[in-house]
């Protein structure tokens, strides 16, 4: 079947590791994301890539790092800088922009981070 | 204000009920919108996107207001399922501009 998965689904951390979450699609879509979501908030944007080997910070890229090696996997290391990183995190793909439009994106079923 | 701007709710309403929540956009250049589902601890799932006057999917409508800026999700005959958090997404033409609405929450009682 078609889709993002995302693993671990729950990962402890202690404060000062590096941690990295996986991301993967095979919808051949083109552009991913990383979103993080906090408890009773909306998402926002941590990284973005439209192409392989080329990413773009979002509105919160600080303490986090990706890397775009390959079309369908898009990782995103949660580095010891962040200093709130216990959140949902959520992967995402969309196709290719067309006429102008915005296509919609392609959640995976998220990561919860927890740091101890 | 804010790029995308959500009641947070929660809607609280009987079952059969129907309910009908904005959402406001600032940026007048923006050409699609959509409106995603979330369940509680779920990744949001897309409901409906709209990218002229409307659309409609069943028990589901969903608005654009180009004039007043904002887009609008109405849902007839509500069903317990429908309870969940509704958000609403302002994209921009360009990828780094994906905001995302804080979200409504409605809540359907039997």
């Known amino acids: 079947d078609g889709g993002i998965t995302q693993s671990p689904k729950y990962l402890f951390r202690k404060e000062g590791q590096n941690v990295t979450l996986s991301c993967e699609q095979n919808?051949?879509?083109?552009?991913m994301y990383w979103y993080r979501q906090d408890p009773g908030q909306g998402l926002r944007l941590i990284y973005y890539?439209?192409?392989?080997?080329?990413?773009q910070k979002g509105d919160i890229a600080e303490g986090y790092s990706v890397s775009r090696e390959k079309k369908e996997s898009f990782p995103l290391t949660v580095t010891s800088a962040q200093k709130n990183p216990t959140a949902f995190y959520l992967c995402?793909?969309?196709?290719?922009?067309?006429?102008?439009?915005?296509?919609?994106?392609?959640f995976g079923p998220g990561t919860r981070l927890t740091v101890l | 204000r804010k790029e995308v701007e959500q009641d947070p709710g929660p809607f609280n309403v009987p079952e059969g009920a129907t309910v009908a929540f904005n959402c406001t956009y600032s940026?007048?250049?923006?050409?699609?919108f959509f409106w995603y589902r979330q369940d509680c601890r779920k990744e949001p799932k897309l409901l409906m996107s709209?990218?002229?006057s409307g659309n409609e999917d069943g028990r589901f409508t969903a608005q654009l207001n180009r004039a007043s800026q904002y887009i609008s999700l109405l849902i007839r005959d509500s069903k317990l399922s429908d309870s969940a958090t509704y958000l609403c997404?302002?994209?921009?033409?360009?990828?780094?501009?994906?905001?995302f609405g804080s979200g409504t929450r409605l809540s359907i009682r039997p």
């Open positions: 997404v302002s994209p921009y033409s360009s990828a780094s501009k994906i905001i």
């Open positions: 940026n007048s250049a923006s050409q699609s």
């Open positions: 919808l051949n879509h083109d552009a």
């Open positions: 890539s439209q192409i392989v080997n080329d990413f």
């Open positions: 995402a793909s969309s196709p290719p922009l067309a006429g102008g439009n915005y296509n919609e994106q392609f």
């Open positions: 709209v990218y002229s």
